[in-house]
């Protein structure tokens, strides 16, 4: 099986900064693209931003400038450093995964989510 674990949320205060992990683990392959999703109450989860396995990166308007999206490919980790932090920044962060894994005697690509982070900015 393959498991996705976020950490590093938690309670700032407006214009600080968090930084997020999340490690990938299990009988994985390879880790095509990465990222981080958000879900702030009553709303729908958005994206906040990509990483290609080969780094390049995208990211939402509303995080442009801000934060940063970044991956260890040989510890199987992605990162999301966040600065500036809003307080419309407030929401459940979720790592998400395109996984190539083994299944008997072939491979399948899925994608995986992590468990979800809490971020809380305070005015």
């Known amino acids: 099986q393959v498991q996705l674990v976020e950490s590093g949320g938690g309670l700032v205060q407006a214009g600080g900064s968090l930084r997020l992990s999340c490690v990938a683990s299990g009988n994985i392959v390879s880790i095509n693209d990465m990222g981080w999703f958000r879900q702030a109450p009553g709303e729908q989860r958005e994206l906040v931003g990509t990483?290609?396995?080969?780094?390049?990166?995208n990211y939402a308007d509303s995080v442009r400038d801000r934060f940063t999206i970044s991956r260890d490919n040989a510890k199987n980790t992605v990162y999301l450093q966040m600065n500036s932090l809003k307080p419309e920044d407030t929401a459940v962060y979720y790592c998400?995964?395109?996984?190539?894994?083994?299944?008997?005697?072939?491979?399948?690509?899925?994608?995986?989510w992590g468990q979800g982070t809490q971020v809380t900015v305070s005015p």
């Open positions: 990483i290609t396995k080969g780094g390049s990166t």
């Open positions: 998400n995964a395109q996984i190539r894994r083994r299944r008997l005697y072939t491979y399948i690509d899925e994608e995986y």
